[in-house]
């Protein structure tokens, strides 16, 4: 079954004279539980694919369907339970004077969901903290934990779908991958499907069955995570893309 379909997407951003196309005719689909991957270089347009799925932008031409149901005609609360986004930075995310109690329970209480307590513990536990973090404020959080809380937060409503920002690039590289391996985990026990962006390919290796590659708001390959390791990508791009990638793994 399909969970993500994403056809023919193209969207032009900027006021007027200013307007400009951002993505054209992006075209992928995600099977369920499938972890999916979209890399290219800054302004390739990645995030902003994530923000039309996410319904964070409208102004798009084309389709876009979640579980076979066209966004446009899914309700939003339905929709926040289906689909929920988690971001780069977890400061940004987070209300800096909001306890972390506040931030899980916004979500249920939007969506009228009962047993806030039982649901907020449980979420703490599942991305491995102690429901004793319901009571701190971000400030008192690593960032690895604050992390943790923004992928509780996403996965309270249990939504089907994730969208996931570069969820790990403002992290330690040890902390990145204690956070990669929690959410490799979390796919599996709740049968998730996710739509990462990242910008380091030895992630997308590690956390993406298949990815597509981006330039210029365009997707110029989709591929399999295999060919990370053979670099026999098709087009000339993405075999750079590659290929420095590669590169630079050997110099550090
Ligand atoms: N609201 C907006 N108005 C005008 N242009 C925008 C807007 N949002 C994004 N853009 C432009 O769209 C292009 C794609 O941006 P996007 O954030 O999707 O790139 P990205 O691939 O996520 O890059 P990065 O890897 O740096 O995060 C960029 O040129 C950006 O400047
Ligand atoms: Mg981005």
Known sequence: MTAIQVENVSISLG???RSKPILDRVTFSV??????????ESGSGKSTILRCVARLL??????????????????????????????????GSLHPRQSIRTALQEPLRIQRVDMHQERMEQALIDVGLNPDFLQRYPHELSG????????????????????????????????????LNLLSELRV??????????HDLAVVDHMCER??????????EI?????????????????ELI???VEYDQAV
């Open 211 to 220: 990815l597509a590659v981006m330039q210029h708001g365009r997707i110029v």
């Open 58 to 91: 409208n102004a798009w031409d084309g389709n876009i369907a979640i579980n076979g149901r066209n966004v446009r005609d899914t309700p939003s609360h339905e929709y926040c339970r289906a689909v929920q986004m988690v971001f780069q930075d977890p400061y």
């Open 189 to 198: 026990r709740k049968g998730l499907t996710y739509l990462f962006v990242s």
């Open 223 to 239: 591929m399999d995570r295999t060919v990370l390791a053979t670099g026999e990508a098709s087009d000339p791009y993405a075999r």
């Open 243 to 245: 290929r420095s990638s």
């Open 144 to 179: 690895g934990q604050r992390q943790r809380v923004a992928i509780a937060r996403a996965l309270i409503l249990e939504p089907s779908v994730l969208l996931l920002d570069e969820p790990t690039s403002a992290l330690d590289v040890s902390v990145q991958a204690e956070v």
């Open 15 to 17: 006021l007027g004279a």
């Open 31 to 40: 099977e369920k539980g499938e972890s999916f991957g979209l890399v290219g």
